[in-house]
């Protein structure tokens, strides 16, 4: 089992950043490739990005841009997402997950969900 808990959500302005950051407990960490999901409101869970167990290679999704940036501490067990540019539509609530496939992905690729932490962007 691994636990998952994500934190650092909240209200920010358009135009603005969050860090989003996952504190990972149980099995090896550093063994997981770890993801970034949103979801918003009467909408699909959606990918934002995942980053391989070694942190030197990560797959985004397309509406990210070059906005958003996945890192990850294995010595810290924990994930992060630096947003940044934030538009209202990016308001959701952000998923932390681990799997062991590394590619762009999908909700069911994963096995193990954190609770979400909610992103409000206002205009």
């Known amino acids: 089992q691994v636990q998952l808990a994500e934190s650092g959500g909240g209200l920010v302005q358009a135009g603005g950043s969050l860090r989003l950051s996952c504190a990972a407990s149980?099995?090896?960490?550093?063994?997981?490739?770890m993801a970034w999901f949103r979801q918003a409101p009467g909408k699909e869970r959606e990918f934002v990005a995942c980053?391989?167990?070694?942190?030197?290679?990560?797959f985004y999704g397309e509406f990210v841009k070059d906005r958003f940036t996945i890192s990850r501490d294995n010595a810290k067990t924990t994930l992060y997402l630096q947003m940044n540019t934030l538009k209202p539509e990016d308001t959701a609530v952000y998923f932390c997950?681990?799997?062991?496939?590394?590619?762009?992905?999908?909700?069911?690729?994963?096995?193990?969900w954190g609770k979400g932490t909610l992103v409000t962007v206002s205009s």
């Open positions: 997950a681990a799997t062991t496939q590394f590619r762009r992905l999908k909700a069911d690729d994963m096995n193990y």
């Open positions: 149980g099995r090896t960490f550093s063994g997981y490739v």
């Open positions: 980053i391989h167990w070694s942190g030197s290679n990560a």
